[in-house]
Nanobody, 124 residues
Framework: QVQLVESGGGLMQAGDSLRLSCAAS????????MGWFRQAPGKEREFVAA????????YYADSVKGRFTISRDNARNTVYLQMNSLKPEDTAVYYC?????????????????WGQGTQVTVSS
């Protein structure tokens, strides 16, 4: 069983940068694909970014491409989401997710375990 704990959220201003962390415990995630999703108030949870087990393959939602970067440190059992040039529309609860498979994935149902989320609020 894998537990995921997100951290790093907060109240930011448009244009700021922020890095989210997702620490895994219970077992290693070094062979698993990982992802970040977000859910804004009144909206469905949506894909943000994903990374394969080795870190060489990554995928991004069009809305964050060029601004967000997903990375992982398998030695630390941790996944990161670097968010630059934040916009008010990035306001959401951000969730880390993992899957019992090596590749990166972009759809919610492809993930097997989830963190509790961390709030990111961006003011204009």
């Amino acid at each position: 069983q894998v537990q995921l704990v997100e951290s790093g959220g907060g109240l930011m201003q448009a244009g700021d940068s922020l890095r989210l962390s997702c620490a895994a415990s219970g077992r290693t995630i070094r062979t698993y694909g990982m992802g970040w999703f977000r859910q804004a108030p009144g909206k469905e949870r949506e894909f943000v970014a994903a990374i394969g087990w080795s870190g060489t393959s990554t995928y991004y939602a069009d809305s964050v491409k060029g601004r967000f970067t997903i990375s992982r440190d398998n030695a630390r059992n941790t996944v990161y989401l670097q968010m630059n040039s934040l916009k008010p529309e990035d306001t959401a609860v951000y969730y880390c997710a993992g899957r019992f498979a090596e590749g990166a994935a972009t759809r919610l149902y492809e993930y097997d375990y989830w963190g509790q989320g961390t709030q990111v609020t961006v003011s204009s």
